[in-house]
């Protein structure tokens, strides 16, 4: 009688040997490599190197700096040559750099805004915050590339134009009767154009930081609306429409109002800074000091700060 048929048990299945496995113990090139017990921790600091990379390598940065640069030193220049060839200083020594650093903040704005709404426009936002998943670090990466770039740029044009207006007017003697709200004690008593080490602070350190913290504020606004012409529209608005509007408040019932918010703008936060305040009610015995203005631009640029971050942690792109 023939045996039933009974199948065979499957092998069981061969354990790699040290031969199969390499050398060194290790999984043959070509096999799946297991996954790494760890991964390399980033930090605030490589997020900065990407977004330096990316500021620098657009040509927009390149072009909006330069005529940045150009607007406050050939403006400033321009205007330094008008005052100079006068028979007497009119205004104070460094006061000239005013008119080119108001056309020229409005590059600044506008390359602030480009920092975070290019890449909302094109898309690029999805590749940055899948690399860096931390979109506070990515904020805070891109406010402190873009203020020192613009901080040094700002600086570097406003001290050559001081040094332009210091060698072209100081030393001219005075009108023969000077505004004492606008010149200090030493150039009113020696009769001849100088310039305080309090003005050069003011028109250069001072001014560079107002016009950084303004592009810082498009900065944030722009993290807000996530719209190019929404935020250079916004910004041109405040910048502008306050002390235009003010101007045409004379009536009796608004002329108080206009004073005040001529005060409070940006343009005459600048200005006074120059030691040339936009103001009509100024007093000679008024001391003229532009940092309070500026510690309430730091003030609103730090408050809309704030709300861009809560905005871009919470909101999807």
Not at 147 to 162: D, E, N, P, R
Not at 249 to 269: A, F, K, P
Request: proline letters at 7%; a neutral charge.
């Amino acid at each position: 009688m023939s045996t039933p048929y009974a199948p065979q048990q499957p092998a069981a299945p061969q354990q790699p040997t040290p031969a199969s496995q390499g050398a060194h113990g290790h999984a043959p090139e070509g096999l799946a490599q297991p996954a790494p017990s760890g991964e390399k921790k980033t930090h605030l600091g490589h997020a900065i190197a990407s977004e330096w990379t990316k500021i620098r390598s657009v040509r927009s940065t390149i072009w909006t700096l330069a005529a940045m640069f150009v607007l406050v030193v050939g403006i400033g220049l321009l205007v330094g040559l008008a005052f100079g060839s006068a028979d007497y200083a009119e205004i104070p020594v460094l006061a000239p750099g005013l008119f080119g650093l108001m056309l020229g903040q409005l590059a600044i704005i506008t390359l602030g805004v480009l920092v975070v709404t290019s890449e909302y426009s094109t898309g690029m936002i999805r590749t940055t915050l899948a690399v860096s998943p931390r979109r506070t670090r990515v904020l805070t990466a891109k406010a402190l590339v873009f203020f020192v770039l613009s901080f040094v740029m700002t600086f570097a044009a406003c001290g050559l134009t001081a040094f332009i207006h210091s060698a072209m007017i100081e030393g001219k003697p005075l009108s023969p009767y000077p505004d004492p709200a606008i010149w200090n004690e030493d150039a009113m008593a020696a009769g001849q154009a100088t310039a305080t080490s309090t003005q050069w602070l003011d028109a250069t350190l001072g001014a560079s930081l107002y016009v950084s913290l303004l592009g810082l504020l498009s900065l944030a606004v722009g993290t807000l609306l996530r719209s190019t012409p929404g935020t250079v529209t916004t910004m041109l608005g405040l910048v502008l429409l306050p002390f235009i509007a003010s101007l045409f408040m004379v009536t009796e019932s608004t002329r108080e109002l206009g004073d005040t918010i001529r005060e409070y703008s940006t343009l005459n936060g600048l200005a006074t800074l120059y030691h040339i305040p936009f103001r009509f009610d100024f007093d000679p015995g008024d001391e003229i000091n532009g940092w309070p203005l500026l510690g309430l631009l730091a003030a609103v640029t730090g408050a809309v700060l704030i709300a861009a971050y809560a905005r871009i942690a919470t909101r999807d792109v």
